[in-house]
Nanobody, 115 residues
Framework: VQLQASGGGLVQAGGSLRLSCAAPRAILSTYVMCVVAWHRQAPGKQRELVGYISSGGITTYEASAKGRFTISRNNSRKMAYLQMNNLKVEDTAVYYC???????WGKGTQVTVSS
């Protein structure tokens, strides 16, 4: 199941942004089984996990995202979201979503946080 991230942009430090993750070609029964993971890749760095959400809505976050980022999903719409608050310059990266454990990476979305 290939997921596509969107909603990135330029925001000032301290601001907020909500990213969306769509699975337009997924069959609903397959999408529901997908643990949706958000990752990001900053310039010159390796891609890193931000957090993920189970089919039932249980979320897990990496330390860098805890308290500032919230992952949610709407299974009937085959959508997931990454709400990012209190953004920092170091959050600047290309953000991706995928089914956790999958090597199928869709196009990411650029988030740039200015100081």
């Amino acid at each position: 199941v290939q997921l596509q991230a969107s909603g990135g942009g330029l925001v000032q430090a301290g601001g907020s942004l909500r990213l969306s993750c769509a699975a337009p070609r997924a069959i609903l029964s397959t999408y529901v089984m997908c643990v949706v993971a958000w990752h990001r890749q900053a310039p010159g760095k390796q891609r890193e996990l931000v957090g993920y959400i189970s089919s039932g809505g249980i979320t897990t976050y990496e330390a860098s995202a805890k308290g500032r980022f919230t992952i949610s999903r709407n299974n009937s719409r085959k959508m997931a979201y990454l709400q990012m608050n209190n953004l920092k310059v170091e959050d600047t990266a290309v953000y991706y979503c995928n089914c956790r454990g999958s090597d199928d990476w869709g196009k990411g979305t650029q988030v740039t946080v200015s100081s």
